[in-house]
């Protein structure tokens, strides 16, 4: 919009430049033609005057020296303007204006009345006092009077006047114009990309994959935006159905793989506990029950995401308080750090009482701590805090351990992502990279976030913001 107002703007600044110049150049040439009949106007005079039954027209005085004959003299001084009349070497007659002049400025005048020539009949001049306008005729033939020149001059003081009467309406003009101009473009850009706008909010409405269902309108006053709309919608229908189907597959194959490992779990531990075992076997058969044991949270975890994508996984949601169950996360996590060799530090534990499931309300606390501890090396520390924050309630885990890089952050909670894949499959580390993707639904289910602050060789900082529940806000209001 900018853009064409600016364009708009210089185009106009254009068209005044051009018409200022034409009017311009009129008035010159008006102003150019009219001195030039006052110097043929002078001319003729002479020349009826050299054949009128005046017989002199030049006369001679030794004091003067060579002037027009006094009548003719009395008639030039009735033409208007700046008028000489000169011969090839001195100037014969100057009119009322001219003899006005500064000695400087008829100096000025006389010495450009022969710079003139019949290939150069006009030329401005540029005095102290005025700027002049000459015009030369060189007619004046009668007899006795060859050689004599008739100059005739105006000010061009009026091409001033006017150049000042259009320059003034132009400026003040122009900026009124390119104002509306402004005000008209943004108004009908608006309007026209209104309609874009709309559909901008749509798709960022239904850019999560769990809003695939909702479609573009596809009701516009442009057909352009209207095949934009559907082409966009199908391809929304044709990422739609492969999220389904994956999700299907996902918590199909998760439902499917969960009775067999439970089984073969089953067999492995009874199997340990045979009296026909030896104990070579048993170590074999403990990592069997380890991986088995792994591959059955992976599965748990695969259809826990899955139900939630699907919004089959329900939420029983009641009233929680929190601090009682921050205090059991700090001694399951005090337990845990014993074994790693972190320390455990519980900074504050504010009472307060949230609308959640607890069941996965522990879980969110547990997948926090528990992964603090696991990327924290031993002398390490982790410190849980539970304060209130006005309407919310903020949960935060801060660990010493070995931090996130900044190119890592945008994509922690991303499913089986990690940041550090090597070390991620250690013993002590082993994991799937489904705990963050996990701990993130459980706070978007409660109407809570879930963000990370974090600098690689100095720690991170997990916090859940959850809102405080009805009964705690009305009891603190009254």
Known sequence: MLAYALALGGSLAVVALVFWSA???AARRTQQLRVDGVAR?????????????????????????????PGLRRILAAAPGYVLVADSSRVLYTSALVRALTPRDGAGITSAVYRLTPDLPAAEVR?????????????????????????????????????????????????????????????????????????ILELEAIRDGRSLHRRLPVESETAELDRLAETINAMIAR????????????????????????VLRADIERAMQSSKMSYDQLPALEEALAETARMANLVDSLLTLA?????RFDVHKEAVELEPMMREVFETSTILGEEAGVTVQLSVADPVTVHGDPVRLRQLFLNLATNALKYTARGGTVTLALERRGE?????????????????????????WRAD?????????GGFGLGLAIAQWIAHAHGGSISVAS??????????????????????SG
């Open 455 to 476: 600098r690689l060789g100095r720690g991170s900082t997990f916090t859940v913001l959850l809102p405080v529940g009805p009964d705690a806000v009305a009891t603190e």
């Open 127 to 199: 005095l102290d006092s005025v700027r002049l306008l000459l015009v030369a005729n060189f007619e004046a033939g009668a007899p006795g009077t060859r050689g004599l020149r008739v100059i005739a001059g105006e000010s061009t003081a009026s091409l001033a006047v006017i150049r000042n009467q259009m320059f003034r309406p132009v400026g003040l003009a122009l900026p009124v114009i390119f104002g509306i101009s402004l005000l008209i473009a943004w108004i009908v850009a608006g309007r026209a990309v209104e309609p874009v706008d709309r559909l």
């Open 421 to 429: 894949r090597v070390r991620s499959r250690t013993p002590e580390r």
């Open 41 to 69: 106007l002078a001319a003729r005079l002479i020349q009826q005057a050299g054949t009128s039954g005046v017989s002199v027209v030049v006369t001679s005085d030794s004091l003067v020296g060579r002037q027009l004959e």
């Open 23 to 25: 009017s311009m150049g």
């Open 239 to 262: 990422l739609e159905s492969s999220f389904a189907a994956l999700r299907r597959f996902t918590a199909d194959a998760s439902h499917e793989l969960k009775t067999p490992l439970t």
């Open 307 to 311: 139900r939630a994508d699907e919004g």
């Open 392 to 416: 919310h309630v903020a949960f935060s885990v801060h660990d010493t351990g070995q931090g996130i890089a900044a190119a890592d952050l945008p994509f922690i909670f991303d499913r089986f």
